[in-house]
């Protein structure tokens, strides 16, 4: 039996500015993004017919457990479309990623999905078939293809996040991410985003060199998150999650904190990963799920 297995590290939005809207409504954006290590755990083997387990402690936040009504088989769909084969697949997700929390998880299964199957077929599709299929199934897809486990990267998402180019951070960071168990929906948040928030040329921050400096990661950062009002507006809970992170800022080697993606969950970026682990462990709130660590994979 060919098991294969493949780790999907969540994402983590440092900075996300919204640049205007596409004619069919997408909206444009230009982000920085970096891969936790904290992953879901995904395998697959042939079966004779499709099956899904899920476990981990986020396991019953996923209701959609047939593989026709969830991004999965979606993603198994969309391989076989593009491809022109099929099969049937016996597969395992241990969800360790917080679902509906703005870090990816979705995204990140399907894209590990996409690996597995093109691994298991014998690569029928090369790296930019395999973002031209993932963008059919999530505009953060394409980005979470990218996290190949070499670590000390970050990822500049632009258009609607297909537009991608990679940056190498000059520290090795640590993060910390808060999360109060409260859902938001991404869709509902875009729809509270005024056009007032807005650019309108789709290209108006800086260009980044490819090694990136502190200090130019520091700039970049005071851009924040254009999705963080309309959040709030949308779940006034996640002002008590984003205190929370706010207050790391008295901890060692605290560089940044703020929400990733459409929230729900916040992060505070630290200069290395023992100090992101110290300011956990200094938190005595106990309602926030935390977790703290470097960058994918044990940076």
Known sequence: ????????????????????????????????????????DL????????????????ADAIPETRLDDNILGKTIR???????????????????????????GGSADAAGMLHLLNGLHHDPLDDQGLEAVGLTIGADVPVCLKADGKGGDCWRMQGIGER?????????????????GIGVSTASVFSRLAESRMTT????????????????????LRYGNDLLTPALEECPPLRETLAAAEALASADGFIHA??????ATCFGLFEA??????????????RHWGWAGGLYPNS
């Open 1 to 40: 039996m060919n098991t294969l297995s493949i780790k999907a590290p969540a994402k983590v939005n440092l900075q996300l500015t919204i640049t205007g809207r596409r004619d069919d409504g997408y909206h444009l954006m230009d982000s920085l993004a970096v891969f936790a290590d904290l992953a879901d």
């Open 43 to 58: 395998s697959l083997h042939p079966a004779p017919e499709s099956s899904l387990e899920i476990s981990g402690p986020f």
């Open 78 to 104: 969309a391989f076989h479309h593009a491809t022109g084969l099929d099969g049937h697949y016996a597969i395992r997700l241990e969800k360790n990623i917080p679902v509906a929390a703005g870090i990816g």
């Open 164 to 180: 991608l180019s990679r940056h190498e951070l000059e520290l090795t960071p640590g993060l910390v991410l808060l999360n109060d």
């Open 201 to 220: 040329d789709g290209n108006t921050l800086p260009e980044l060199p490819s090694t990136l400096p502190v200090m130019e990661l520091i700039d970049r």
């Open 258 to 263: 703020s929400m990733s993606g459409s929230g």
């Open 273 to 286: 990963p023992h100090q992101a682990v110290e300011a956990l462990g200094a938190i005595t709130n106990g």
